[in-house]
């Protein structure tokens, strides 16, 4: 299927900010239209399975943020 990186961005509260993504644990809500990947080197890395829209979510202890994925069917764009 279809891949898409996605990126978590953690904010702290001494006001910096920086890349999280392979520290956050990923969840879908729905893993027969897409999954993400927990796999150390690819984490982050969602496939599109089916099509639908699943709620993709990061997670660290007590935080958490999340994002709306939206897998669509390949369409015809060109005959040569």
């Known amino acids: ?4 990186q996605l990126t978590a961005i953690g904010f702290f509260s001494d006001g910096t900010k920086r890349i999280v993504t392979d520290e956050v644990i990923w969840a879908s809500s ?3 239209i897409a ?3 927990n796999i150390e080197g690819s984490r982050g890395l969602a496939t599109g ?9 990061a997670n660290s202890n007590c935080v958490s943020g999340s994002t709306i994925l939206t897998v ?9």
């Open 35 to 37: 999954s993400i990947s």
């Open 72 to 80: 669509t069917t390949a369409s015809l764009v060109a005959v040569e």
């Open 49 to 57: 399975l089916r099509a639908g829209s699943v709620i993709i979510t």
């Open 30 to 32: 729905n893993t027969q």
């Open 1 to 4: 299927g279809f891949t898409q």
